[in-house]
């Protein structure tokens, strides 16, 4: 009875003493002691100022210090049992001694009413009941309190133990929640963990794998290195293979020659050296066969384009560029696997090549034919004979000015004259535009053929080269050399002959630049034929003087000479008509060898010339009496000569420049 009434006001929110006796009006009330002063005072509970939450617990992922985790079941009494403060006994034993063991339920309560009860910091020894049992002391206390207490504080408790008790749920809630909060970190924290040593298990596990690809792949350089150059000698794409018995001959297939080419080279020096490699014996019956099936289309190929130089109006400069020096490799592998398959598919193009220069030579020989020259004969000398036609017909040429001749040599005409411009042409020509027209185009085509004859069939020596151009151009450096026999012959135009005597000099030069050695034979054979011809001119001409002078009477006295036009022209100091046929034609050979070497016959052949016309003045002047008269036609005669020739140059004008000179200055005759 007295233990409830004590856990019920043990219960309130505020603890109030014990009287230590009987209240009276005239004595002091005294707080009960109910243990040592030196027991510990459980911690109250701070007023929360606002509710925990999952999201506020949540906010925060650092875990709750190891010190404020209170393990659960810890109660005061187990507190105070393990630390006792001197020999003070336990007042809740006291009690119990006196008053037996409270029921089971009250148990709890009374112990957590003692633990509410703020000890007193002195314990009094001896309790004073006032001559009261203790039984009669704590019914009257329990009055006392009863009827003072119980009416002002019921009404207060209770309000407080709902907010209490509200604020615990809310408190335990929060708790739940926090917890449930802490499971899900820790599920997630666990699962991390877990899948973090997976992650590193597998990055382990990579490492090691990198490391033995690393080592395979540097095992596999150093074998490649080694075996790769060896293997690649002797392997044989398949792609090569079929294009070379498959595909079209164009540049991929001249490639793809070219590495099979390079295999039997490899092929070929192993062998030489004596090494018996497997792959060598393994791989030559494929390589023989791919090297008779490449000979085969190399053969069709080549065929093929000469029976297209056979077809008509065709320029076969552009199929040997397109068709045969693009592919010039091919042929080289045909001459080295088969010489005599080369030796006749060459001879097949000789024979073709001559045919296709011969009959078009033969044509434009023909259009040239046709084209009207000047007709200069015997009766165009320089001293026409007695009785004969007049040395400069009406309507002819002038035989002996040169005129605008020499600019057939100027640099700056290298273009032949087409065969229809020939046939359409109804002008009247020298011969040098016939000449020069044919061996131009002629000199034109022969450098063309022997550069591809050298560069196609690259690797064949020199002489045989120049035995497949002789054999080739043979028909058309005859049918040059009867156009030339054509031109000249017959004809008395030495300044035309000299002409055709500095173009093939031209032609020469121009066959040496572009390295054509094999056509000196016929620049030869074409001298061989003008210089002879240029020579008869001019015997022709001095001839022609030397009777002229014959027919003088050599004696003053009532001559009459031939070339003159009546007796009284004798007397004349006038220049003779003779000499200026003779210094025109000195002045037109010297302008053609300004460039003339001294080896030229031109020198000896002027100087007869002139060694005639001079003998012809001086047997003219003896026929005037008077002495200065005579001197005086000499003078006029060289002052002509000279004044001619005054803008020629080179080496052999100066010569005869100085010579008239000084035969002009030698009669001491002030002009």
Known sequence: MWLERFSGQSSQSTPSASPSRALSPGTPRRSVQLGPS????????????????????????????AAARIPNGTNLKN??????IGDVSDPVEVLE????????????????GIDAVERPAKIEEDIDFDGLSLE??????????????????????STDIEQERDKFEDLHKSILACDEVLKSVETYLTNFRADLA??????????????ALNNKLQNRKAVEKVLGPEVEAFVIPPAVVRKITEGAVDGSWV????????????????????????????????????????????????????????????????????????????????????PQLAEEISQAYINTMRWYYSSHFTRYKTALDKLQLHTIDAGDVIAAEPGSRRAVKPGAADAFSIGRRADVLKAGTDTAL????????????????????????????????????????IKQPFHATNRKFNEIFQPTFQLGHELTKQLI???????????CVRLTQHFAFELQRRKVPAGEGYVNGTNMLLWPRFQQIIDAHCESIRKSTASLPGKPAGSALSLTSSPANAQSTAPHPLTQRFANFSHAVLTLSSEAGDDEPVSHSLARLRGEFEAFLLKLGKGIAEARKRERFLYNNYSLVHTILADTEGKLAEETKTHFADLRDGLGIDG
């Open 489 to 499: 012959e017959g004809c008395y135009d030495a300044i035309g002959v000299l002409i």
């Open 97 to 112: 001694s006196i008053l037996g063991a409270p029921p089971p339920g009250q148990d709890a309560e009374a112990k957590s």
């Open 198 to 211: 997976a992650v590193s298990s597998e990055i382990e596990h990579l490492q090691q794998r990198s490391s």
């Open 136 to 157: 009669e002391f704590a019914g009257a206390e329990s009055q006392v309190l009863g009827h003072g207490q119980s009416e002002s504080t019921s009404g207060g408790l």
């Open 255 to 338: 490639k793809a020659l070219e590495q099979l080419e390079k295999r039997i080279k490899t092929i070929e020096a192993k062998a030489k050296e004596g090494k018996d490699v497997k792959a060598v014996q393994d791989i030559r019956p494929l390589i023989d066969e791919v090297s008779s099936k490449a000979v085969e289309r190399i053969r069709d190929y080549v065929v093929s384009q000469i029976k297209a130089l056979r077809s008509p109006n065709i320029n076969a400069q552009v199929i040997q560029m397109n068709a045969f020096l693009r592919y010039r490799s091919v042929f080289g592998f045909l001459a080295t696997k088969q």
């Open 418 to 457: 087409p065969s229809y411009a020939a046939e359409e042409d109804k002008g009247t020509h020298f011969l040098e535009l016939a000449f020069r027209a044919f061996n131009l185009a002629l000199i034109d085509n022969a450098s063309a053929e022997y550069s591809f004859l050298t560069e196609f069939f």
């Open 38 to 65: 030196t027991l510990p005072r459980r911690p109250g509970l701070n007023p929360r100022t606002s509710s925990l939450s999952v999201a506020s617990l949540g906010a925060s992922t650092e875990s709750l210090p």
């Open 79 to 84: 507190e105070l049992a393990s630390s006792p």
